[in-house]
Structures are given as structure tokens and as C-alpha cells.
């Protein structure tokens, strides 16, 4: 049963600090997107990638988020340095883009918790 | 560009009532649509989706959607609600932007279920 997993599930941290979440897609596919969940802003998308390389990062704060896929098998989205405002939940999703996204696949997402 | 409406963000039926939740779409091409359902605290699961074969699509847990062109509409319906359906619905639309595809999400609407 193939899914895409993150970790952590849940992370408490304190304001200033160095935050990664990290996602693992499903094999074969060469999309992966990452996403913000709050209760006011709901579903926000922050940058997706396409065989590795980033595609689009508008969605994300460029002073402090950063993104990156080191290979096929992990992309990472690190907040550096965490403020309280980034609290949210942070879902990863990976598809196969032949033309056109058929399915996308969502992992169980990590809750970050900044105090 | 590709959009989805959806009308209402919440919606509460009673047990057994029929549900139906309504996204209108916006897309200068025929387009891919899809019908995501977020249970509290879990990511996003694919509820069914409709990339141009038959109008009427059957989806998982007894929901099904129908595609309508002239009304650019693609409302999801069940013809008995359960307790288990509460939920948060998101209606998508698959976007080309040029040099890869990503999923265009609506904003969501909370289906509250009551006894």
C-alpha cells in the first residue's frame, strides 16, 4: 500500500529556531507539493517540485522558508527561524504529471507547534 | 487559469439526509476534477474524480459527483448521510501552468452531521 509519510508527526518548538519536516513521496512519482493548513487561512500552496527541480515557491515566506528535494526519495521544507505565526499543519502530496495530474497523494501532515 | 467555488463553507444535514456540497468550476479547457475529504487530525484522501469519461462519477463510501458543463459544475452528492461523514470537503480542479500540472483546491466546506 503505497503512501507518502512524514516526519515529525507533531513538533513543538520555541520561537527562534530551526525547523525541517521532511517527506518521503511515493515511488515513481515526480511531483511533490508541499502545503500549509491553518483555521483562517485554510488550505495555502507553498512550492511544488517536478523531477527534483523547484517550479514554484511563490506561496512561501523567501526570508525564512526554503525547500529543497536532495533526491528522489526526500524533499524537506525547513523554517529558519520558526515564529509563532508559522503554527500550522504542513502537508506533503506527491503525483505523477504526464501532461496532466490524475491523483494526487497526501501524507498525514506534521503540526508545528511555535511558542 | 483553472478555479473551483465552492458554495458554503458549512453545511449540516441530518442523519440519513440527503448531503450535497457544490463546487462550480472555472476552465478554458476541459478539465480534471476532483473531490478530496479531510478527516479531523489526517491529510487529505481522495473522495473520486472525473477526467473526462463518464459525467457521473462514483466515488468511495457511497458519494459520487456529476459533471456538468453547461452549469460548469461539479457538485457532490450522497443520498444518506452517516455520522461518519463529517468532514471537511475540498473540491480541486487539475491545472496546467505552463511547464507542470498541480491541483487547484476550493476552500473547503465542513459537513456537520446531527442525529
Known amino acids: 500500500d503505497a503512501r507518502v509519510t512524514q516526519t515529525p508527526r507533531d513538533k513543538v518548538t520555541e520561537m527562534g529556531q530551526e525547523v525541517t519536516m521532511r517527506c518521503q513521496p511515493i515511488l515513481g512519482h515526480n511531483t511533490v507539493f508541499w502545503y500549509r493548513q491553518t483555521m483562517m487561512q485554510g488550505l495555502e500552496l507553498l512550492a511544488y517540485?517536478?523531477?527534483?527541480?523547484?517550479?514554484?515557491d511563490s506561496g512561501m515566506p523567501k526570508d525564512r522558508f526554503s525547500a529543497e528535494m536532495p533526491d528522489a526519495t526526500l524533499a524537506t521544507l525547513k523554517i529558519q527561524p520558526s515564529e509563532p505565526r508559522d503554527s500550522a499543519v504542513y502537508f506533503c502530496?506527491?503525483?505523477?504529471?504526464?501532461?496532466?495530474?490524475?491523483?494526487?497523494?497526501f501524507g498525514p501532515g506534521t503540526r508545528l507547534t511555535v511558542l | 487559469a483553472q478555479s473551483v467555488t465552492q458554495l458554503g463553507s458549512h453545511v449540516s444535514v441530518s442523519e440519513g439526509a440527503l448531503v450535497l456540497l457544490r463546487c462550480n468550476y472555472s476552465?478554458?479547457?476541459?478539465?480534471?476534477l476532483f473531490w478530496y475529504v479531510q478527516y479531523p487530525n489526517q491529510g487529505l484522501q481522495l473522495l473520486l474524480k472525473?477526467?473526462?469519461?463518464?459525467?457521473l462519477v462514483k466515488g468511495i463510501n457511497g458519494f459520487e459527483a456529476e459533471f456538468k458543463k453547461s452549469e460548469t459544475s461539479f457538485h457532490l452528492t450522497k443520498p444518506s448521510a452517516h455520522m461518519s461523514d463529517a468532514a471537511e470537503y475540498f473540491c480541486a480542479v487539475s491545472e496546467y501552468t505552463g511547464t507542470a500540472s498541480k491541483l487547484t483546491f476550493g476552500t473547503g466546506t465542513r459537513l456537520q452531521v446531527t442525529l
Open positions: 517540485f517536478r523531477n527534483r527541480a523547484p517550479l514554484d
Open positions: 502530496a506527491s503525483a505523477r504529471d504526464t501532461g496532466w495530474i490524475d491523483e494526487q497523494f
Open positions: 476552465s478554458s479547457v476541459p478539465p480534471y
Open positions: 472525473y477526467t473526462s469519461a463518464a459525467t
